[in-house]
T-cell receptor, first 111, second 117 residues
Framework: DAKTTQPPSMDCAEGRAANLPCNHSTISGNEYVYWYRQIHSQGPQYIIHGLKNNETNEMASLIITEDRKSSTLILPHATLRDTAVYYCIVHGSGNTGKLIFGQGTTLQVKP | DTGVSQNPRHKITKRGQNVTFRCDPISEHNRLYWYRQTLGQGPEFLTYFQNEAQLEKSRLLSDRFSAERPKGSFSTLEIQRTEQGDSAMYLC???????????????FGPGTRLLVL
């Protein structure tokens, strides 16, 4: 079973920031938080990952709480092309490499 | 394009036929994963290879399924005697694991969509 909990769906206005939450209260010390997204009929796309510090790249920012029990993926200026299912995944070396996907959050960006 | 590639992108077959899918990972990636995704669900792990060695198989991988990675580069996934329940998207991902147990990021291909009639 997935070790994360995400809301099933969210809406966001185009041009505004999209903040996608994820709960992972049972995360272990050596497990990272990964985010992928999947646009309809395509393979999952890697977005970002982090261990305990906040991370930022060209796609998004990842904010991890100090206790590491939750995180938020931030898309700073959402566009219509960001409409997708977003998966938050806890992943560490103890998982023998495989990713365990949950249901994810369907983000709908609206004009 | 230097990403993960999968062929074919779509496959329609009749129940009972055998099908084979191919995955070409990112060059020099030593790990290769297969996942299956049914409609409305997240991808589910099937199996993975480190170089040419198949290190783990999910219980989802019945004896009708076989995967190979003979030279540690591309991989094939074969389904024998297909059933309608095999209809799904089959995804391949690859990663570079530099040390045993080291953290890695998996990059996915576009998938092969299988429809069994």
């Amino acid at each position: 079973d997935a070790k994360t909990t995400q809301p099933p769906s969210m809406d966001c206005a185009e041009g505004r920031a999209a903040n996608l939450p994820c709960n992972h209260s049972t995360i272990s010390g050596n497990e990272y938080v990964y985010w992928y997204r999947q646009i309809h009929s395509q393979g999952p796309q890697y977005i970002i990952h982090g261990l305990k510090n906040n991370e930022t790249n060209e796609m998004a920012s990842l904010i991890i709480t100090e206790d590491r029990k939750s995180s938020t993926l931030i898309l700073p200026h959402a566009t219509l092309r960001d409409t997708a299912v977003y998966y938050c995944i806890v992943h560490g070396s103890g998982n023998t490499g495989k990713l365990i996907f949950g249901q994810g959050t369907t983000l709908q960006v609206k004009p | 394009d230097t990403g993960v590639s999968q062929n074919p992108r779509h496959k329609i077959t009749k129940r009972g036929q055998n099908v084979t899918f191919r995955c070409d990972p990112i060059s020099e990636h030593n790990r290769l994963y297969w996942y299956r995704q049914t409609l409305g669900q997240g991808p589910e792990f099937l199996t993975y290879f480190q170089n040419e060695a198949q290190l783990e198989k999910s219980r989802l991988l019945s004896d009708r399924f076989s995967a190979e990675r003979p030279k540690g580069s591309f991989s094939t996934l074969e389904i024998q005697r297909t059933e309608q329940g095999d209809s799904a998207m089959y995804l391949c991902a690859s990663s570079l694991a530099r040390l045993a147990g080291a953290q890695e990021t998996q990059y996915f291909g576009p998938g092969t969509r299988l429809l069994v009639l």
